[in-house]
């Protein structure tokens, strides 16, 4: 990391002047200590509280948040004043790796990455404006030094520094110093070539360059990775060791390319549309799938494993039901945006009508977009737009007349793209972890909660649980690894059919018995694309 020395003051900051501006609340994020932020919200005499607009499950971290005066208080919901005599309310926020979408306050190498949207205040007391104060700022595109307003408002990342980023002729890049000059060199390969390659495939793309944020960062499992494609792409590299094996290349890569390929998008543009999450991430994975095909860092095989194990979850997770039929829960929880969304591109492109590439016609969606126009989605990707053309797939794929996986069986079969066949060691797996989903929930009022590791799962105990009451490293299941034994998922079954309990063993040598009301039901019929087909018919003009 290049830096540019400047003071860092115990006691503050010292600080450009800032700007004057006519908001009526004013949110301040500081770079206060090493670990820590403070906020301030300057409100309006009359007003006395505002909501969050992240809040319920997604505001519950402000638990953490400690107030810094008896001005008021910050709930998952609300901010709310106690008293007439403070201007500002004030809160303390320690950084933390524990966040699901847009980190709140990220640990990073040399301060703290932060997204506006866990901060951001409803308009109910008038506008509202949001700035970041530090010795060093990275945000929009730019560096500065002291204070920087927030260009997005509510929905904008910045990266808060102890010393500046030196300028450079370049995009700003931030690489944490834990990270090995491997998987440095790997981020900008693999960033480097994923954008000159939509670049040229995608030409009505306005693609603006992202500030980069590599950071490592420790949690309990093992390495595994995590990201998001704001003005600030963020690369979390949990656990990450100093020389990364094919696995842990593999999942960079993924990471990496997806996270530039959404750059080449219009997120807010797709928000209107009943698939949005589906269309924005499932394009996101196409976008990635094909670049890292077409530059190598994916063989063809490799490509066809990757397709047939997202098909394999979506078909698994969305349980007979049909794409309309399930909540934002839990295609969110099961991540389907993804899983579904990968395949849903693929076979339709590879099945879509008329001229033009596969690639020409995300191009031609997006353009549609950006001047203005709401296209039909299946339409553009099958049709490209042709008034006389109907979409065949899509409609059917993502609407509610039948179950998601009888719509997946009957587009496999007509259009002869992938063929049936049993489960793969990666689709057990997947399944084993399905199973022992159900088997938490049933034991835990509904709920579940895990992490996959390389040789066993994480199972997050909680107090609603009658008997997954601590958290358990779980390594075999009835004597039998919990990955990669083909008799794992049958024994499983029929310990629960004979004794209605299964046993698992744990790292430290203890075995738990849980209650086990009914086996779950593995699935004998999986598919595997045809790779040549498929490939022909998507790069075909």
């Given at each position: 990391m290049?830096?540019i020395?400047?003071?860092w003051?115990?006691?503050?900051l010292a600080?450009?002047?800032?700007?004057?501006?006519?908001?009526a609340v004013?949110?301040?994020i500081?770079?206060?200590?090493p670990?820590?932020?403070?906020i301030?919200?300057t409100?309006?005499p009359?007003?006395?509280?505002?909501?969050?607009l992240?809040?319920?499950?997604d505001?519950q971290?402000?638990?953490?948040w400690?107030?810094?005066d008896?001005?008021?208080?910050?709930?998952?919901?609300?901010l709310?004043r106690s008293?007439?005599?403070?201007?500002a309310l004030?809160?303390?926020?320690?950084?933390s790796a524990?966040?699901?979408?847009?980190?709140?306050a990220?640990?990073?190498d040399?301060g703290i990455y932060v997204?506006t949207?866990?901060?951001a205040?409803?308009d109910?007391?008038?506008?509202?404006a949001?700035?970041f104060l530090?010795?060093?700022?990275?945000s929009a595109?730019?560096?500065?030094q002291?204070a920087a307003?927030?260009?997005a408002?509510?929905?904008?990342a910045a990266l808060l520094l102890?010393?500046?980023?030196?300028?450079?002729?370049?995009?700003?890049r931030?690489f944490?110093?834990?990270?090995?000059?491997?998987t440095v060199?790997q981020?900008r390969?693999?960033?480097?070539g994923?954008?000159?390659?939509?670049?040229?495939a995608?030409?009505?793309?306005v693609?603006r360059?992202?500030i980069?944020?590599a950071t490592?960062?420790?949690e309990p499992?093992?390495p595994r990775v995590?990201g998001s494609?704001?003005?600030?792409?963020?690369?979390?590299?949990?656990n990450w060791?100093d020389?990364?094996?094919?696995?842990?290349?593999?999942?960079l890569?993924l990471l990496?390319?997806?996270e530039f390929s959404?750059?080449?998008?219009?997120?807010?543009?797709?928000?209107?549309?009943?698939d949005s999450r589906l269309i924005?991430?499932g394009?996101?994975e196409?976008l990635?799938?094909?670049?890292s095909?077409q530059?190598?860092w994916l063989?063809p095989?490799?490509a066809?494993g990757?397709?047939?194990?997202?098909?394999a979850q979506?078909m698994?997770?969305?349980e007979?039901?049909s794409w309309?039929a399930?909540?934002p829960?839990a295609?969110?929880?099961?991540?389907?945006?993804?899983h579904?969304?990968?395949?849903?591109?693929?076979?339709?492109?590879a099945?879509?009508?008329?001229k033009?590439?596969?690639?020409a016609r995300v191009?031609?969606?997006?353009?549609?977009?950006?001047q203005?126009k709401?296209?039909?989605?299946g339409?553009?990707?099958?049709?490209a737009?042709?008034?006389?053309?109907q979409?065949?797939w899509?409609?059917q794929?993502?609407?509610?007349?039948?179950?998601?996986?009888a719509?997946?069986?009957a587009?496999?079969r007509?259009s002869?793209l992938?063929t049936?066949r049993?489960?793969?060691?990666?689709?057990?797996?997947a399944m084993m972890?399905k199973?022992l989903?159900?088997l938490?929930?049933?034991d835990?009022?509904?709920?579940?909660?895990?992490?996959?590791?390389?040789?066993?799962?994480?199972l997050?105990g909680?107090s609603?649980?009658k008997?997954?009451r601590?958290?358990?490293?779980?390594?075999r299941?009835?004597t039998?690894?919990?990955f990669g034994?083909?008799?794992?998922?049958?024994?499983m079954?029929?310990a629960c059919?004979?004794r209605h309990?299964?046993?698992l063993?744990?790292?430290?040598g203890?075995?738990?018995a849980?209650p086990c009301?009914?086996p779950?039901l593995a699935n004998?019929e999986?598919?595997?694309?045809?790779?040549?087909?498929v490939l022909a018919?998507?790069?075909?003009?």
């Amino acid at each position: 990391m290049r830096l540019i020395p400047t003071l860092w003051q115990t006691a503050g900051l010292a600080l450009l002047p800032l700007a004057a501006h006519a908001a009526a609340v004013d949110v301040r994020i500081r770079l206060s200590a090493p670990d820590a932020l403070e906020i301030s919200y300057t409100l309006p005499p009359q007003c006395r509280e505002l909501p969050f607009l992240k809040n319920g499950r997604d505001g519950q971290w402000r638990a953490s948040w400690q107030a810094l005066d008896d001005c008021g208080a910050a709930s998952g919901d609300t901010l709310s004043r106690s008293g007439d005599a403070c201007p500002a309310l004030r809160f303390r926020v320690p950084a933390s790796a524990a966040f699901t979408g847009y980190p709140g306050a990220l640990p990073i190498d040399g301060g703290i990455y932060v997204h506006t949207s866990n901060y951001a205040l409803g308009d109910g007391c008038g506008e509202v404006a949001y700035r970041f104060l530090a010795p060093g700022i990275a945000s929009a595109g730019r560096a500065h030094q002291g204070a920087a307003a927030a260009e997005a408002g509510g929905d904008t990342a910045a990266l808060l520094l102890r010393v500046p980023l030196a300028p450079g002729s370049g995009p700003l890049r931030h690489f944490d110093a834990r990270l090995s000059a491997e998987t440095v060199a790997q981020i900008r390969t693999v960033a480097d070539g994923t954008v000159s390659f939509l670049r040229a495939a995608m030409p009505d793309a306005v693609y603006r360059p992202p500030i980069l944020a590599a950071t490592w960062a420790s949690e309990p499992g093992g390495p595994r990775v995590g990201g998001s494609a704001s003005d600030v792409l963020l690369l979390t590299l949990y656990n990450w060791p100093d020389q990364p094996g094919p696995d842990e290349r593999r999942q960079l890569t993924l990471l990496t390319a997806h996270e530039f390929s959404h750059r080449f998008q219009m997120r807010d543009a797709v928000d209107g549309y009943p698939d949005s999450r589906l269309i924005h991430e499932g394009g996101g994975e196409f976008l990635r799938w094909i670049s890292s095909l077409q530059q190598g860092w994916l063989t063809p095989e490799q490509a066809a494993g990757d397709l047939d194990n997202a098909l394999a979850q979506c078909m698994l997770y969305t349980e007979g039901k049909s794409w309309r039929a399930l909540s934002p829960r839990a295609i969110g929880a099961n991540r389907l945006e993804y899983h579904c969304g990968l395949p849903a591109y693929v076979y339709a492109l590879a099945a879509r009508q008329g001229k033009g590439s596969a690639l020409a016609r995300v191009n031609d969606f997006y353009k549609a977009l950006r001047q203005g126009k709401t296209p039909d989605f299946g339409h553009a990707l099958e049709c490209a737009g042709a008034p006389q053309c109907q979409a065949r797939w899509l409609p059917q794929l993502l609407g509610a007349d039948a179950p998601m996986d009888a719509q997946w069986r009957a587009l496999l079969r007509t259009s002869g793209l992938a063929t049936a066949r049993p489960a793969t060691g990666e689709q057990r797996d997947a399944m084993m972890l399905k199973a022992l989903g159900k088997l938490m929930a049933e034991d835990c009022a509904g709920r579940s909660s895990m992490t996959p590791m390389r040789d066993g799962v994480l199972l997050d105990g909680m107090s609603v649980c009658k008997t997954m009451r601590s958290d358990a490293d779980v390594r075999r299941i009835e004597t039998l690894p919990v990955f990669g034994d083909a008799q794992a998922l049958p024994a499983m079954a029929a310990a629960c059919a004979a004794r209605h309990e299964v046993r698992l063993g744990m790292k430290n040598g203890d075995t738990l018995a849980v209650p086990c009301s009914t086996p779950y039901l593995a699935n004998r019929e999986f598919y595997g694309v045809d790779m040549e087909k498929v490939l022909a018919r998507l790069l075909n003009e």
